[in-house]
């Protein structure tokens, strides 16, 4: 059993947060720790398979490999984000080969992401990444409900998504679903939405999404586990700060960090300089948007991990 589960548990119960930080450039992985360290905070270091897919990640063992080399228990723990049944190109994945090559690759938490299904299939597919996961001693995290973004094409005008609820969890699918699947952690459309990694949307600025609280109130009652915040860049910050309070643990934030990299390789090709850029981002992140410098002591468990 990993520690992991504990840590969240450890932020849920206190309205604290467990940012996970992508990495889509194996180069981002130093500075983004070295940030988490400074801040004195405690973050997830997490990679989805459309990052080695359309970006530069290179693939789960890759990363974990990178990890291992700055790895900082009292830190930072490995996850392995979006293991999609479905893509957002509409392709069927080899999911139960990438959950074991995760597990075999040191991760510590796992993500399946069968949203694209219909419930009575994502059901399913959970169930059986949750047993997977389980089987490992590590923690299952799902999805339930659309946080669009990642497909290729544009997406509706966003005013009208949100108040549309388009895509939104459905609370009491929610609730089955968590007692069915017996997954951990669960991730919830509640108004936010991925960063684009391909396509015209790519370079553009991201939408500022706003969440809807009393929807996600009604989800945290229903369902009883932490829920997690896809789409964590550029979210309302006074949205995601109440969101903590009201059963938000984890939140996934890619874009806002890999944007700073890629701007400066772009302009300089100079593999430190975007490494300080990534560096500064993520410690404005930790410190500024989600005021988590100085909480490391507050969700590691007195337990040491049993790395
Ligand atoms: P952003 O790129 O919008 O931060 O989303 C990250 C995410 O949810 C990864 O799973």
Redesign the pocket.
């Known amino acids: 059993m990993t520690d992991s589960e504990a840590i969240v548990a450890n932020a849920l119960r206190q309205g604290l947060v467990v940012p996970?930080f992508?990495i889509p450039y194996l180069p981002m992985m130093e500075p983004v720790i070295r940030a988490v360290r400074d801040e004195d905070a405690f973050a997830f270091i997490?990679v989805?398979r459309i990052e080695w897919t359309k970006l530069e990640a290179g693939g789960p063992a890759q990363v974990a490999e990178e990890f291992r080399k700055h790895d900082d228990p009292r830190h930072v723990r490995l996850h392995l984000?979006?293991v999609p049944v479905v893509d957002e190109d509409d392709a069927e994945v080899e999911w139960r080969a990438i959950l074991r090559e995760g597990i075999e690759a040191g991760y510590r938490s796992l993500m399946i992401d069968a949203s694209r299904l219909e419930l009575e299939d994502n059901i399913a597919a959970t169930r059986e990444a949750a047993a997977m996961a389980h089987e490992a001693g590590l923690p299952c995290e799902a999805e339930l409900g659309a946080?669009l973004?990642h497909e290729e094409g544009p997406l509706p005008p966003y005013e009208e998504l949100f108040e549309s609820g388009m895509g939104f969890t459905d609370v009491e699918q929610a609730r089955r679903f968590v007692a069915e699947t017996e997954c951990d952690w669960l991730s919830v459309a509640i108004g936010?939405?991925?960063?684009a990694v391909s396509g015209a949307a790519k370079d553009k600025e991201?939408v500022q999404a706003r969440l809807d609280l009393r929807h996600l109130e009604r989800l945290r009652d229903a369902t009883g586990i932490p829920l997690v915040l896809?789409?964590?860049?550029?979210v309302k910050q006074d949205a995601v700060l109440a969101a903590i309070k009201l059963g938000i643990a984890k939140v996934?934030?890619?874009?806002?960090i890999?944007r700073p990299y890629e701007a400066a390789m772009r302009e300089s090709g100079d593999v430190a300089a975007a490494q300080e850029a990534v560096y500064e981002r993520t410690a404005w992140v930790l410190r500024e948007y989600f005021g988590v410098s100085g909480m490391r002591s507050a969700v590691l468990p007195d337990t040491p991990p049993n790395a």
């Open positions: 996970a992508n997490a989805a984000d979006h946080v973004g936010s939405v991925h960063g991201k896809h789409g964590g860049s550029g996934n934030v890619a874009t806002e890999r």
